[in-house]
């Protein structure tokens, strides 16, 4: 089993950044993919980035590319998502999840085992 539980979410305004959090504990081994997806209301959740646990294999979705950053600290064992020149359509809830199987596709969220419970992202105009 595995637990996960994001924080750094927060209000900003539109241009700033956020470092969001994902704290990970339980068995783990370097084959998973942790990944950051977002709902936003009314609509659907999507991908946004992701990382093999061993640290490498990072992918992420078009529209946060240049913008966005996935990081792991080994010694917290905490996934880290690096959030710059954030804009107003990037406010959602966004979790963490993991993937025990890293599947060929990092973006499906149904091929992630485990969620958080999510951090609420605000950015103003």
């Known amino acids: 089993q595995v637990q996960l539980v994001e924080s750094g979410g927060g209000l900003v305004q539109a241009g700033g950044s956020l470092r969001l959090s994902c704290a990970a504990s339980?068995?783990?081994?370097?084959?998973?993919?942790v990944g950051w997806f977002r709902q936003a209301p009314g609509k659907e959740r999507e991908f946004v980035a992701a990382?093999?646990?061993?640290?490498?294999?990072?992918c992420y979705a078009d529209s946060v590319k240049g913008r966005f950053t996935i990081s792991k600290d080994n010694a917290k064992n905490t996934v880290y998502l690096r959030m710059n020149s954030l804009k107003p359509e990037d406010t959602a809830v966004y979790y963490c999840?993991?993937?025990?199987?890293?599947?060929?596709?990092?973006?499906?969220?149904?091929?992630?085992?485990?969620w958080g419970q999510g951090t609420q992202v605000t950015v103003s105009s």
């Open positions: 990382i093999r646990w061993s640290g490498t294999n990072e």
């Open positions: 339980g068995r783990i081994f370097n084959n998973y993919r």
């Open positions: 999840a993991a993937d025990r199987a890293f599947s060929s596709t990092c973006n499906a969220d149904a091929n992630y085992d485990y």
